[in-house]
């Protein structure tokens, strides 16, 4: 069975500051792993996604983040937050029998001016 | 350009009366997602669809129905059955493979007035 932990349901960040939210999965065999961003509103959008290979994965709008194996972590970075990043974001992870995806609860990013 | 489409973007429904939210996408994804999300809940699945004239209860399917009659449509049924409805339901797709990841429709929002 697979699933994800989203760490810290709200975070609140300055304008300018660094950007970190976690995500946790466990996974049964080797995970396909997801973040997604979605304003007000609106549908998710893909934000990058691990699959194989470098394990540090850079995405839209400044974002990356790194799978850790041993940490079975893939948390989500931006070194300088802007307005425009507030928003929900969720991470996910795939790679089971089927192609559903198991999603996190999801972590509502405020950026302060 | 290829891409997801929901119909109504808002939805109001009496009670008792059954309601109908339209998914289609010209992406010729396998796939088909109906989620259901709520205010802290992040996504919920309701049916999906891994192929035409075939689909699969997800985690809350009951008040729901759902038909795969061609590639590009997954339109659902939220039923009178279905007591509480009131929520942001969205739509996806994905290519058959687990590395994709799903592409998401700009979301129904349905009230009960």
């Known amino acids: 069975a697979q699933s994800v932990t989203q760490l810290g349901s709200h975070v609140s960040v300055s304008e300018g500051a660094l950007v970190l939210l976690r995500c946790n999965y466990s996974?049964?065999?080797?995970?396909?792993l997801f973040w997604y961003v979605q304003y007000p509103n609106q549908g998710l959008q893909l934000l990058l996604k691990y699959t194989t290979g470098a394990t540090l994965v850079k995405g839209i709008n400044g974002f990356e983040a790194e799978f850790k194996k041993s940490e079975t972590s893939f948390h989500l970075t931006k070194p300088s937050a802007h307005m425009s990043d507030a928003a929900e974001y969720f991470c996910?992870?795939?790679?089971?029998?089927?192609?559903?995806?198991?999603f996190g609860t999801g972590t509502l990013l405020a950026v302060q001016p | 350009d290829g891409g997801i489409t929901q119909s109504p973007k808002y939805l109001f429904r009496k009670e008792g009366q059954n309601v109908t939210l339209s998914c289609e996408q010209n992406?010729?994804?396998?796939?088909m997602y109906w989620y259901r999300q709520d205010p802290g809940q992040g996504l919920r699945l309701i049916y999906y669809s891994q192929i035409v004239n075939d689909f699969q209860k997800g985690d809350i399917a009951e008040g729901y129905s759902v038909s795969r009659e061609k590639k590009e449509s997954f339109p659902l049924t939220v039923t009178s059955a279905q007591k509480n409805p009131t929520a942001f339901y969205l739509c996806a797709s994905s290519i058959a493979g687990r590395e994709y990841g799903y592409t998401f429709g700009s979301g129904t929002r349905l009230t009960v007035v």
């Open positions: 996974s049964s065999v080797p995970p396909y």
């Open positions: 992406l010729n994804h396998d796939a």
């Open positions: 996910a992870v795939g790679g089971g029998a089927t192609n559903k995806l198991i």
